[in-house]
């Protein structure tokens, strides 16, 4: 069996090691294919990296390994995991990066990757696991080995989460917060389109914004909200930068208000 394999990392792209990550994969098996989702995740931006393997992983054929390496705490004491779902896989660090993907499909089973017979031949960088662990051990999977080889089973209710709050239904909407920054600037929040109202507007920071259905909805230079193609609110200026306009961060707090 040999699947699909994908790799986001924040490693851009002027440097070698996303090349060198791949070199490792068709050692391997130079049959795999691989899909890049994207190496221009800010550094060490685990918030952002989540959202992007969460917005991404459902487009892709059941069986697809997903390699995901934003990882600050490289050569530290955090895990490096792999994931089996109902259908697909993930490896990455267990530091958060995987908790978008699993709130909405939840992990059949886990294991720390404690087996180096599937790791890279020879001295393991204490500064590149992309390169050493996790780059082989998803080629091997994408081959077909089982994921009981890769290492010792885990709970997957013990990994890492983010700190980002939920979404809570209030009296008169609901509450929930900036979850990423596209590059274009917009605010994508975690409140899904699922459980909007009929008429809504954003309460962010004393400023209301009011929703509408497209950018184009509103002049050139003004802010909006509305639905973005991944299924949550997000917070936009038609033509604009609504993270450098309003200066706004990942996790600030906001509300939706029923009209």
Same mark, same amino acid.
């Given at each position: 069996m040999t699947r699909l394999l994908t790799l986001l990392?924040?490693?851009?792209?002027?440097?070698?090691?996303v090349a060198v990550m791949?070199? !490792?994969i068709v050692q391997?098996?130079?049959?795999? +294919?691989?899909?890049?989702?994207?190496?221009?995740?800010? *550094? +060490?931006d685990i918030?952002?990296?989540?959202?992007? &393997?969460?917005?991404?992983? *459902?487009y892709f054929p059941p069986e697809t390994v997903h390699v995901a390496v934003v990882d600050p705490g490289v050569g530290s004491s955090r895990r490096a995991i792999a994931l089996q779902l109902e259908n697909g896989f993930l490896v990455a660090p267990d530091n958060g990066l995987v908790s978008g993907v699993l709130s909405q499909f939840p992990a059949v089973a886990?294991?720390?990757?404690?087996?180096?017979?599937?790791?890279?031949k020879g001295q393991t960088s204490a500064?590149?696991?992309?390169?050493? @662990?996790?780059?082989? /051990?998803?080629?091997?999977?994408?081959?077909? !080995?089982?994921?009981?080889? &890769?290492?010792n089973s885990i709970d997957p209710r013990s990994?890492? +989460? #983010?700190? #980002?709050?939920?979404?809570a239904k209030t009296q008169d909407g609901w509450t929930g917060c900036? +979850?990423? @920054?596209?590059?274009?600037?917009?605010?994508?929040?975690? @409140?899904?389109?699922? !459980?909007?109202?009929?008429?809504?507007?954003?309460?962010?920071?004393?400023? =209301? @914004?009011?929703? /509408? =259905?497209t950018y184009a909805d509103r002049s050139i230079g003004e802010p909006l909200a509305l639905v973005g193609s991944h299924g949550f609110v997000e917070i936009a200026i038609n033509c604009g930068n609504a993270q450098a306009a309003l200066n706004l961060a990942i996790g600030t707090p906001l509300k939706i208000d029923i009209l």
């Open positions: 990392t924040d490693f851009g792209t002027r440097d070698s090691y791949k070199g !490792v391997i098996d130079p049959t795999l +294919q691989s899909i890049d989702l994207t190496h221009e995740i800010a *550094p +060490q918030h952002s990296a989540r959202f992007c &393997l969460m917005t991404a992983y *459902p886990a294991v720390e990757l404690t087996n180096s017979t599937y790791w890279r500064t590149f696991h992309g390169r050493d @662990i996790f780059a082989p /051990v998803g080629a091997h999977l994408a081959r077909g !080995v089982p994921l009981t080889e &890769l290492g990994l890492t +989460q #983010l700190s #980002l709050p939920d979404p900036i +979850q990423a @920054i596209d590059r274009f600037g917009n605010l994508i929040t975690n @409140i899904p389109a699922d !459980v909007l109202p009929e008429k809504w507007s954003v309460l962010i920071e004393k400023t =209301s @914004i009011a929703a /509408v =259905s």
